[in-house]
């Protein structure tokens, strides 16, 4: 179902709010890696302010030490739900266990997230597929291109067509950035499936200052969208500071991005 042969055009999909996916528009998905608090509206504002259209923050945290932050869980929902209703964007959320999908669909989640940890929680992966929310898939960090057409294979075959796959590096033997950002996969999902593909430039790298030029590349290798986490205090975020660019940052990324877009 993800396979281009078989379905040769685009595929749009639609998260709400007016915004759509794919299919040549370019989305922007920004926010902090986790939701914090009230500093989640104050981010939320910023980033819309500088062209983002989309609003994305967990609520759940993936973390890899059970002793780290582990989010802040439904009321971590809610705070997303009446930012993105104020400001009227849609919201893209992390959702990792079967048994929290009812939830995150009656909050009204816009785009369920599947984390890179999550990508062949073939569970989780059919449980999203049985609603029709929009998912982001991410690729795990160990995942071939066709293993993560298989995941979203998952999805799609249980009667969700509204899958984005998403690059967000995967793990080399480099070790000075947090991932390898591979711009490959994007041009070449591209070619394999008709499935809008975005790009994470800050799980890719690990560090603010490696954010924007990964994120022009994913721009100008043919990204459909790109999902960068902004925090309006880095420094004193609660997961993910070392990567996080700050509104004004994020900023200075949105005007070379258009730029870029203009120019290709
Ligand atoms: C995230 O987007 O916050 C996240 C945990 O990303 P990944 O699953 O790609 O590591
Ligand atoms: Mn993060």
């Known amino acids: 179902k993800a396979n281009r042969k078989f379905h040769p055009e685009d595929t749009v999909v639609d998260c709400g709010h007016g915004v759509s996916i794919g299919g040549g528009s370019f989305q922007v998905i920004a926010g902090p890696c986790s939701v914090e608090g009230e500093n989640l509206l104050r981010i939320a504002r910023a980033v819309k302010a500088a062209g983002a259209t989309m609003l994305r923050g967990g609520a759940y945290k993936p973390r890899t030490s059970p002793y780290s932050y582990q989010g802040m869980g439904p009321h971590g929902l809610d705070l997303l739900m009446e930012a993105g209703g104020e400001l009227d964007m849609p919201v893209v959320t992390e959702v990792m266990d079967p048994r929290d999908v009812a939830l995150f669909v009656d909050k009204g989640v816009d785009v369920m997230q599947i984390g890179a940890r999550n990508s ?50 995967i793990r080399t033997f480099e070790t000075r950035t947090r991932n390898t950002f591979d711009v490959n996969a994007i041009p070449v999902l591209h070619h ?8 994470d430039p800050s799980h890719a790298t690990g560090y603010t200052r490696y954010v924007r030029p990964i994120a022009y590349a994913a721009c100008a290798a043919g990204a ?23 509104p004004a940052q994020f900023a200075d990324a949105m005007r070379r991005l258009a730029l870029i877009r203009e120019a290709a």
Not at 148 to 160: R, T
Not at 224 to 246: C, K, M, N
């Open 192 to 199: 394999l499936s008709h499935l809008p593909v975005v790009g």
């Open 120 to 169: 062949q929680n073939f569970a989780l992966l059919r449980e999203v597929g049985k609603t029709r929310v929009p998912v982001l898939l991410k690729r795990g960090f160990a995942m071939t291109i066709d293993e993560l057409l298989m995941a979203a294979e998952y999805v799609m075959s249980e009667g969700n067509p509204n899958v984005i796959l998403c690059e967000r590096g």
């Open 224 to 246: 459909d969208g790109l999902e960068i986490e902004v925090h309006d205090r880095p420094s004193e975020a609660w997961s993910d500071g070392a990567q996080a660019l700050t």
